[in-house]
């Protein structure tokens, strides 16, 4: 074990420490690389495990890793639902639906009974990926709901009667730690935190690990902590090779081994209103999410 430096301060190789270390097969963050098993096809679908994507910090890469693990997922011939849990609608817009123009939506489906999420639930250019799309209108929902009984559990509520038709439903969380994404975790099985690989990264962790305690101790508790996704890694920086041995230091194997590089190819993706997976199908970050699948599975235990 290294003395932890302080950020910003270079690594230095020690000549007497690591000697027996094999720096070719040293992935991001200084792990050694692991196998990941391949996953065997299904035989049924269903019952789906629910994952929140969730970091209250903005712009970490949450929506992008929502759409990306979902339509990798469907490679390995998974059947996935994806949450639009945002009333910014990123998600929706990045599959390329003009969700402004929906009538229906995840609103109606939350705030109405009447109202069924297989009914509001689209297609997307990717096959075997769904999506329950959302807009603006979810924001009053966050204002709606606090008068209701129940107000926590109206998203799980809601999903619950398609859970059987998938095998994996991804919610992407809008960025903070109100009563929308508060419904994400009651709903979820499991979390994921996408967390930038810049220097701010670790600040927001410790609030977001302590609402999922309280919302496991409260609330579900059967959620989990899956996995936390570094992203933007740019590996010529060393800056961006600091943080995330931090971050592997401060979380150990809770860091999923895959780490999603910067590249523009994502902003070009949202144009392009499709996942990573269809528009560069051979380009690094395609495969990088589909590692992040397979480690996703085996994590699931779903091999
Ligand atoms: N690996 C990456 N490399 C380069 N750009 C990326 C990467 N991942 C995401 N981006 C870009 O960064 C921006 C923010 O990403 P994204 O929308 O996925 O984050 P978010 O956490 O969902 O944001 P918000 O908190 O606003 O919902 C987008 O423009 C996206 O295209
Ligand atoms: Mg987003």
């Given amino acids: 074990m290294s003395t932890p430096r302080p950020m910003g301060v270079p690594a230095r190789p020690n000549p007497d420490e690591d000697a027996d270390v094999d720096y070719a097969t040293l992935r991001p963050g200084g792990r050694h690389h692991r196998p990941i098993p391949e996953p065997s096809p299904l035989t049924r679908h269903g019952p789906a495990r629910v994952l929140a994507l969730c970091n209250q910090k903005g712009g970490v890469g949450k929506t992008t890793s929502t759409i990306n693990l979902g339509a990798a997922l469907t490679e390995y011939g998974r059947r996935v639902l994806l949450v639009d849990f945002d009333p910014q609608g990123a998600l929706s817009v990045g599959l390329g639906i003009p ?62 009667p398609v859970l059987n038709y998938y095998d994996y439903i991804l919610i992407d969380c809008q960025p903070s730690l109100g009563l929308l994404t508060i419904n994400a975790l009651t709903a979820a099985d499991k979390v994921i935190m996408p967390l930038e690989c810049e220097f701010f990264a670790l600040r927001g962790i410790a609030l977001l690990t302590d609402t ?92």
Avoid: W
């Fill in 212 to 303: 999922i305690t309280k919302v496991t101790d409260r609330l579900n508790p059967r959620l989990e902590i899956l996995g936390i996704l570094g992203t933007m890694y740019d590996p010529r920086t060393l800056h961006s090779r600091e943080v995330l041995e931090r971050v592997v230091q401060a979380f150990g194997d809770r860091v999923f081994h895959t780490v999603i590089r910067r590249t523009v190819k994502f902003p070009e993706t949202t144009v392009a209103g499709e996942p990573i997976t269809t528009y560069a199908t051979t380009s690094p970050g395609a495969t990088a999410y589909r590692t992040l699948a397979r480690e996703v599975l085996a994590r699931c235990h779903d091999e």
């Fill in 99 to 160: 969700a402004h123009q929906l009538d229906r939506t995840i609103y109606n489906v939350v705030m109405e009974r009447a109202a069924r999420a297989d009914e509001v639930i689209i297609k997307t250019s990717v096959d075997g990926m769904e999506l329950l799309p959302s807009n603006i209108d979810l924001s009053a929902a966050e204002v709606q709901l606090v008068t209701e009984v129940g107000r926590e559990h109206t998203l799980g509520r809601a999903l619950r």
